[in-house]
Protein backbone atom coordinates (compact mmCIF):
# COMPACT_ATOMS: atom_id res chain seq x y z
CA UNK A 1 0.00 0.00 0.00
CA UNK A 2 1.51 3.53 -0.72
CA UNK A 3 2.27 6.38 1.74
CA UNK A 4 -0.70 8.30 2.23
CA UNK A 5 0.46 12.39 2.27
CA UNK A 6 -0.12 12.65 6.03
CA UNK A 7 2.54 9.43 6.66
CA UNK A 8 4.88 11.27 4.46
CA UNK A 9 4.41 14.48 6.05
CA UNK A 10 5.03 12.43 9.46
CA UNK A 11 8.13 11.05 7.97
CA UNK A 12 9.56 14.32 6.86
CA UNK A 13 8.95 15.64 9.85
CA UNK A 14 10.81 12.85 11.75
CA UNK A 15 13.37 13.48 9.39
CA UNK A 16 14.07 17.21 10.13
CA UNK A 17 14.69 16.42 13.98
CA UNK A 18 17.63 14.30 13.26
CA UNK A 19 20.78 14.72 11.96
CA UNK A 20 19.92 12.10 8.79
CA UNK A 21 20.32 14.16 5.80
CA UNK A 22 19.16 11.94 3.63
CA UNK A 23 16.55 8.73 3.44
CA UNK A 24 15.01 6.64 0.86
CA UNK A 25 12.22 4.12 1.83
CA UNK A 26 11.76 1.25 -0.49
CA UNK A 27 8.70 -0.85 -0.24
CA UNK A 28 6.84 -2.86 -3.09
CA UNK A 29 4.47 -0.06 -4.34
CA UNK A 30 7.01 3.05 -4.12
CA UNK A 31 10.11 4.10 -3.12
CA UNK A 32 10.51 7.41 -0.80
CA UNK A 33 13.25 9.59 -1.06
CA UNK A 34 13.84 12.65 1.65
CA UNK A 35 16.60 15.12 1.70
CA UNK A 36 19.66 15.61 -0.82
CA UNK A 37 21.32 12.40 -2.25
CA UNK A 38 25.10 12.10 -1.10
CA UNK A 39 27.60 12.92 -3.72
CA UNK A 40 28.27 9.01 -5.03
CA UNK A 41 29.19 7.82 -8.75
CA UNK A 42 25.95 6.30 -10.17
CA UNK A 43 25.16 2.90 -9.84
CA UNK A 44 23.86 0.20 -12.16
CA UNK A 45 22.40 -2.69 -11.68
CA UNK A 46 22.85 -5.95 -13.66
CA UNK A 47 19.44 -8.47 -13.57
CA UNK A 48 18.86 -11.89 -14.99
CA UNK A 49 17.77 -12.85 -18.03
CA UNK A 50 16.37 -15.56 -17.41
CA UNK A 51 15.61 -18.12 -14.27
CA UNK A 52 18.23 -20.53 -13.79
CA UNK A 53 21.29 -20.82 -11.00
CA UNK A 54 23.66 -17.93 -10.97
CA UNK A 55 27.41 -18.62 -10.92
CA UNK A 56 30.44 -15.59 -10.12
CA UNK A 57 32.48 -18.14 -12.17
CA UNK A 58 32.72 -20.43 -14.48
CA UNK A 59 32.52 -24.41 -13.15
CA UNK A 60 35.64 -25.27 -14.08
CA UNK A 61 37.66 -22.27 -12.22
CA UNK A 62 37.59 -21.14 -8.68
CA UNK A 63 38.24 -17.61 -9.66
CA UNK A 64 34.95 -14.99 -9.56
CA UNK A 65 34.88 -14.01 -13.48
CA UNK A 66 34.82 -10.42 -12.08
CA UNK A 67 36.02 -9.68 -8.63
CA UNK A 68 34.73 -7.15 -6.19
CA UNK A 69 36.55 -3.80 -6.91
CA UNK A 70 37.54 -5.21 -10.67
CA UNK A 71 37.07 -2.54 -13.23
CA UNK A 72 35.35 -3.56 -16.84
CA UNK A 73 34.54 -2.55 -19.56
CA UNK A 74 31.09 -2.78 -20.92
CA UNK A 75 30.27 -6.34 -22.57
CA UNK A 76 33.00 -8.25 -20.60
CA UNK A 77 31.24 -11.37 -19.08
CA UNK A 78 31.13 -11.06 -14.93
CA UNK A 79 29.53 -14.14 -14.70
CA UNK A 80 27.41 -17.25 -15.30
CA UNK A 81 23.56 -18.19 -15.37
CA UNK A 82 23.21 -22.04 -15.50
CA UNK A 83 20.32 -23.05 -17.43
CA UNK A 84 20.27 -27.05 -16.41
CA UNK A 85 23.74 -28.15 -18.79
CA UNK A 86 23.20 -25.00 -20.60
CA UNK A 87 25.75 -21.97 -19.43
CA UNK A 88 25.04 -18.64 -20.30
CA UNK A 89 27.17 -15.83 -19.68
CA UNK A 90 26.05 -12.32 -18.19
CA UNK A 91 27.50 -9.39 -19.76
CA UNK A 92 28.45 -6.34 -17.84
CA UNK A 93 26.03 -3.50 -19.17
CA UNK A 94 28.24 -0.72 -18.48
CA UNK A 95 31.84 0.02 -17.76
CA UNK A 96 32.21 0.33 -14.35
CA UNK A 97 33.77 -1.06 -11.42
CA UNK A 98 32.00 -4.42 -9.92
CA UNK A 99 30.82 -2.53 -6.31
CA UNK A 100 28.89 -5.83 -5.35
CA UNK A 101 27.26 -8.89 -5.79
CA UNK A 102 23.52 -9.16 -4.99
CA UNK A 103 23.00 -12.41 -5.35
CA UNK A 104 24.96 -15.57 -4.31
CA UNK A 105 27.22 -17.72 -5.55
CA UNK A 106 25.21 -20.70 -6.59
CA UNK A 107 21.74 -18.97 -5.64
CA UNK A 108 18.26 -19.88 -7.52
CA UNK A 109 17.19 -16.69 -9.06
CA UNK A 110 14.51 -15.58 -11.15
CA UNK A 111 13.54 -12.92 -14.36
CA UNK A 112 14.79 -10.09 -13.18
CA UNK A 113 16.10 -10.46 -10.14
CA UNK A 114 19.22 -7.97 -9.58
CA UNK A 115 22.81 -10.08 -9.53
CA UNK A 116 25.56 -7.34 -9.56
CA UNK A 117 26.14 -3.91 -8.84
CA UNK A 118 28.36 -1.31 -10.69
CA UNK A 119 29.50 1.54 -9.90
CA UNK A 120 30.29 3.91 -12.79
CA UNK A 121 31.58 7.49 -12.84
Same mark, same amino acid.
Given at each position: ?????????????????????????????????????????????????? =????????????????????????????? =?????????? =??????????????????? =?????????????
Amino acid at each position: MKKTDAQREDIARWLAATDIGYFELHTPFETLRFGAPPDRPAATTLRAAS =VGVFRHAHPLHAAPLAPIGAPVPAGQAVG =VLQIGPLLLP =VFAPVAGQVARWLADDGAA =VGFGAALIEFQTN
